[in-house]
Every structure is written in structure tokens, then in C-alpha cells.
């Protein structure tokens, strides 16, 4: 069966730190992946998404960038965290075609913290 | 992906049945139509999805009328776990490259 991981499960950082949250993907060959955020109490944000290795869309120009190294691996990055970035960041996946492109999978999530 | 339009709120009593409506007036002829169930500090959760007419799984069904302009879920005889945000999403689900964005969701409150 498929599953997600994504780490770490909560994490502080103080304001000007790098970032780096990575999430993996088992069961599965060349999934969609998706980064999202939410800000406490609002919905969910599309930050990325990826259809293959090195194929980057961004939803939402800011400070993050992401980059899928391998087909099941995706990570989130900043340089210099802001404030701003404060929220829960999830990963997830769907398989691409066949109905199943909407069919998506989240992780755990991330709930960072900037101070 | 299509604009979806749903109720902010509702409330319910334990035990009744509940229905969702999300509009979705410029739907594609290739998209499917998704609906997520989220629980607060978790990811969203996949409960049911269609194409056209009636879909009914352990957990829910999903309506939709011909024109595909609009589809209802209906949760029958909620609990109180059943509290969460609904999300409605409607995209092309043959594309394999469609990014899934979400609408505000409806927050369904479900009173003892």
C-alpha cells in the first residue's frame, strides 16, 4: 500500500533561519506531489506542485522554494524564514491520470512556527 | 480548475442527515468532482468522488444532477466526529497535471 511520510512533525525557528521539510513517498511510481500551507483557522494554500523530477510549478510566488531531487522525494525550502511563514505546511500526492489526478493523499503535516 | 462555491457553516444534531451543496457552474467535460473531509492539526482526508449521477461509499454519497453544475454529499446519521471542514474540489481528473486547489470549505458543526 501507499504511504507518506513528512517530517518533522513540529518545528520552531527563529526569523532568518533556512528551512528545509522533506516528504517521501512509498507504494507508488510517479506521483504528483503537492506542498500546501494553512494558516491557523483559514484554508488551504497550493504552494507547489510537481508532476515529475525537477518539474516545479509554483501557486504562490514568496519566500519558499521546492525542489523533487528523486520521484518520491519532495522538498520545501527557504533561505530566511519570515514571520509570515508561521503555519501547518502539508505534503501530498495523487496518481496522475486515469480519474485519480484529484485523488489526493496528505501527509501529517508540518506546524512551523517562526519567532 | 473550476470555481466551487460552498456554504461557510452549518450546524446539525447527532443522528440527522446532512447535505453539502457546492456549485460549480463552468465545470470541464473532463472534471471529476472531489470532496475532502478535514479533523483541525491533520491533512485532509479523501471521501468521495464522481463523475456524474450517484456515488455511495461506506462513509458518504455523492449527487449530481445532469448538468454536473452543482453536486451534494450527503453524510447520513452524524456524529459528533463527524465535525470537520468539507471541501469540495472539481478538476481534471485524467490530466495528470492538474493542481488541486481548494476553496474555503464548509466548517459542519455537529451538535449533541
Known amino acids: 500500500s501507499q504511504t507518506i511520510h513528512q517530517w518533522p512533525a513540529t518545528l520552531v525557528q527563529p526569523v532568518g533561519s533556512p528551512l528545509s521539510l522533506e516528504c517521501t513517498v512509498e507504494g507508488t511510481s510517479n506521483p504528483n506531489l503537492y506542498w500546501y500551507r494553512q494558516a491557523a483557522g483559514r484554508g488551504l494554500q497550493l504552494l507547489f506542485y510537481?508532476?515529475?523530477?525537477?518539474?516545479i510549478s509554483s501557486e504562490v510566488p514568496q519566500n519558499l522554494s521546492a525542489s523533487r531531487p528523486q520521484d518520491r522525494q519532495f522538498i520545501l525550502s527557504s533561505k530566511k524564514l519570515l514571520l509570515s511563514d508561521s503555519g501547518f505546511y502539508l505534503c501530498a500526492w495523487s496518481t496522475p491520470g486515469q480519474g485519480r489526478d484529484t485523488e489526493a493523499f496528505f501527509g501529517q503535516g508540518t506546524r512551523l512556527t517562526v519567532v | 480548475l473550476a470555481k466551487t462555491t460552498q456554504p461557510i457553516s452549518m450546524d446539525s444534531y447527532e443522528g440527522q442527515e446532512v447535505n453539502i451543496t457546492c456549485s460549480h457552474n463552468n465545470i470541464a467535460t473532463n472534471d471529476y468532482i472531489t470532496w475532502y473531509q478535514q479533523f483541525p492539526s491533520q491533512g485532509p482526508r479523501f471521501i468521495i468522488q464522481g463523475y456524474k449521477t450517484k456515488v455511495t461509499n461506506e462513509v458518504a454519497s455523492l449527487f449530481i444532477p445532469a448538468d454536473r453544475k452543482s453536486s451534494t454529499l450527503s453524510l447520513p446519521r452524524v456524529s459528533l466526529s463527524d465535525t470537520a471542514v468539507y471541501y469540495c474540489?472539481?478538476?481534471?481528473?485524467?490530466?495528470?497535471?492538474?493542481?488541486?486547489?481548494f476553496g474555503k470549505g464548509t466548517r459542519l458543526s455537529v451538535i449533541a
Open positions: 510537481s508532476v515529475g523530477i525537477g518539474q
Open positions: 474540489l472539481v478538476g481534471d481528473g485524467n490530466s495528470g497535471n492538474t493542481p488541486l486547489v
